[in-house]
């Protein structure tokens, strides 16, 4: 799923907390574990594993990271369920 957020408006933000809030502190930790697998290691970076990492210390404590890291986020899970989706393809950049 593609996400789209306009970070100005009330709306998407909260929108944006309850697509973030929608995924546990376990489930990341199970895309940090996906993204260190050794056929894994090269689809997703060193900095989208450290946002994924963040994400699950956020997570953790029912907290948020900032706007920007939730999109960021959001967008490695999105990369990481196509990959699986598509049997170990890295999905294509689209914008």
Same mark, same amino acid.
Request: hydrophobic share 30%; net charge negative; proline share 3%.
């Given at each position: 799923?593609?996400?789209?957020?306009?970070?100005?408006?009330?709306?998407?933000?909260?929108?944006?907390?309850?697509?973030?809030?929608?995924?546990?502190?376990?489930? $990341?930790?199970?895309? %940090?574990?996906?993204?260190? &697998?050794?056929?894994? /290691?090269?689809?997703?970076?060193?900095?989208?594993?450290?946002?994924?990492?963040?994400?699950?210390?956020?997570?953790?404590?029912?907290?948020?990271?900032?706007?920007?890291?939730?999109? $960021?986020?959001?967008? %490695?899970?999105?990369?990481? &369920?196509?990959?699986? /989706?598509?049997?170990?393809?890295?999905?294509?950049?689209?914008?």
């Amino acid at each position: 799923m593609i996400r789209e957020y306009d970070l100005s408006d009330p709306t998407d933000l909260e929108m944006l907390k309850s697509d973030f809030e929608m995924y546990s502190a376990d489930e $990341w930790q199970e895309f %940090i574990d996906f993204s260190l &697998e050794d056929g894994n /290691k090269r689809k997703i970076s060193y900095d989208e594993r450290g946002c994924l990492m963040t994400a699950r210390k956020k997570a953790t404590y029912h907290s948020h990271p900032t706007v920007k890291q939730m999109v $960021w986020a959001l967008k %490695i899970a999105d990369k990481i &369920e196509e990959i699986k /989706k598509g049997g170990g393809k890295e999905p294509t950049e689209k914008e």
